[in-house]
T-cell receptor, first 117, second 112 residues
Framework: GAVVSQHPSWVICKSGTSVKIECRSL??????MFWYRQFPKQSLMLMATSNEGSKATYEQGVEKDKFLINHASLTLSTLTVTSAHPEDSSFYIC?????????????FGSGTRLTVV | LAKTTQPISMDSYEGQEVNITCSHNNIATNDYITWYQQFPSQGPRFIIQ???TKVTNEVASLFIPADRKSSTLSLPRVSLSDTAVYYC?????????????FGDGTTLTVKP
């Protein structure tokens, strides 16, 4: 149990376009989902926390209008990078916590490599 | 949220036991300690979790002293495939108020 699926695993987009990343909990209900970004050889940086049915809470310094997070159901959260620029190129990872998960903590997705050209 | 401190890097050889210690001096009463492993371009993978004393599973052991201000992840007989970054997370996972903030992690390099 406790599987989180993240798609796509990699994406290349043109500067100025928007990209949507999906995070799904496959075998449990994710009451809370987290979004991280990770630059090469650095740790994961928490971007935002989303609870099902409510607005996401963003960490300081993260632009909520640029990184749109939707957590409309107990199994799906999406992160949309709007008007992407090369500096948004990074590795984005989601994690989920909720009912039915086997572990008492967080389950992570496999990550999405975003490259903006 | 408890801040964690780990060694930046460690080297080991195949077949050896590796112990990685994490300091979390301001751990709260309801906080659990969880260790994750991350390979390049992959999401972190759960290794082990504990609250106090010792926890053991099929891949690792976790030692937590009585004051809970530190924890040690023990990997028995490491292999080359254990080369990865290891993170310890401390947090109150069972409420919506809890969130996970990663420290810098420990890069373990296993040599032949």
């Amino acid at each position: 149990g406790a599987v989180v699926s993240q798609h796509p695993s990699w994406v290349i987009c043109k500067s100025g376009t928007s990209v949507k990343i999906e995070c799904r909990s496959l075998d449990f209900q994710a009451t809370t989902m987290f979004w991280y970004r990770q630059f090469p050889k650095q740790s994961l940086m928490l971007m935002a926390t989303s609870n099902e049915g409510s607005k996401a809470t963003y960490e300081q310094g993260v632009e909520k209008d640029k990184f749109l997070i939707n957590h409309a159901s107990l199994t799906l959260s999406t992160l949309t990078v709007t008007s992407a620029h090369p500096e948004d190129s990074s590795f984005y990872i989601c994690s989920a916590r909720g009912w039915g998960a086997r572990i008492y903590g967080y389950t992570f997705g496999s990550g999405t490599r975003l490259t903006v050209v | 949220l408890a801040k964690t401190t780990q060694p930046i890097s460690m080297d080991s050889y195949e077949g050896q036991e590796v112990n990685i210690t994490c300091s979390h001096n301001n751990i709260a009463t309801n906080d659990y300690i969880t260790w994750y492993q991350q390979f390049p371009s992959q999401g972190p993978r759960f290794i082990i979790q504990g609250y106090k004393t010792k926890v053991t599973n099929e891949v690792a052991s976790l030692f937590i002293p009585a004051d809970r201000k530190s924890s040690t992840l023990s990997l028995p007989r490491v292999s080359l495939s254990d080369t990865a970054v290891y993170y310890c997370l401390v947090g109150e996972f069972n409420t919506n108020a809890g969130k996970s903030t990663f420290g810098d992690g420990t890069t373990l390099t296993v040599k032949p």
